[in-house]
């Protein structure tokens, strides 16, 4: 246990589409109702599986939480990758890290992390990939305006957007939106003002 | 039920000491425990009384919910009013708001809000005040340095401020800092170079 990147002990290899059912359930288990809520009985209903198998195909409530997590987080590196083949602009930057946010998914498996400690490694590994891929997309949109670390380093970009993105996040859970317009707007003149456009 | 500034309906009114345990034992459980681990019997065994108590209390695990948020955002709110009475400047701005975070707490009740409709309507409610009163502070910030809302309107100081600090929050959540140190040492470096200083 407690390296990520490890395999995960598996007990099921027969049946693919059962241990996707699971996993699946699990992160709609999550996004809907919270850690909470997440029980193997609750997993079994969702799943359409008798929940025994939760068991059978996981040693572990964490094996499964770090297989839900994984599967997740790949996506999203992918996507990434996939994007940032394009031209790299600050706009396109914007686009993207602007919308991104916290998810409530993944502040669930936060919460989690906080007593499982394979989960944590787990995240934090996903979080550091995942922040070197979005400096390198940083880094090239502003080679690409001409604009001189010294100025503004990528880094300091990222998480300023990344924060902000987050915090819009974190309000709407609570139906509050205040100063968001005013700060998109802001932000997208100025891109406006010190960019050159790019073929989307 | 729902109102923000309501009356907690409370059964109990003779033993403000009982009451306040109970409160307490319930912030200090979901700070350390997070909100799953929140039980009648729980709060009880914390707070050193039976767990009847918190039934008599308390009409709902709602309105004690509800009477733990505010105690804490009640303090924080005075505690910031408190600060503004110097003088605003976005040094002190930076070092405030800058270090404030999204409290593991914070995220605690955000969650729970999840299901409990009046709890959100409070911290809602709160969100709102909070951030007016820290928007008045970065306008006489910004204001006194003589930097005009056509350069960078308060509410965007604000919100990339405070993103930046949950979004630190988060990371160490997860024992992970990259990028904390390069961000702050260049927004330091801004502040140095841009602002006049301030007797602390």
Known sequence: MGQP????????????????????????????????????RRIGEVAGVKYQLVHYYFASMEDLFIEAFRRGAEENLARLAEIAKGEA???????????????????????????????????????????????????AALDRESISPEVIPPMVVLLLTTGLAQLE????LLGFTDGHD?????????????TTPVKE
């Open 169 to 172: 996040a974190n309000d709407r």
């Open 182 to 194: 005013e700060t998109r707007t802001w932000i997208e003149n100025w891109l406006a003002a010190n």
């Open 89 to 139: 602009s600050l706009r396109r930057f914007w686009k993207i890290h602007g919308d991104a946010g916290a998810s409530k998914l993944m502040a669930e498996f936060v919460a989690l992390a906080q007593r499982h400690p394979a989960l944590r490694l787990e995240i934090a590994s996903y979080a550091r990939r995942f922040r070197n891929a979005q400096l390198d997309f940083a880094r």
């Open 5 to 40: 990147g490890q395999e995960i002990r598996s007990r099921g290899s027969r049946a693919p589409e059962t241990r996707d059912r699971i996993v699946a359930a699990t992160l709609q288990l999550l996004a809907k109702e919270g850690y909470g809520a997440i029980t193997t």
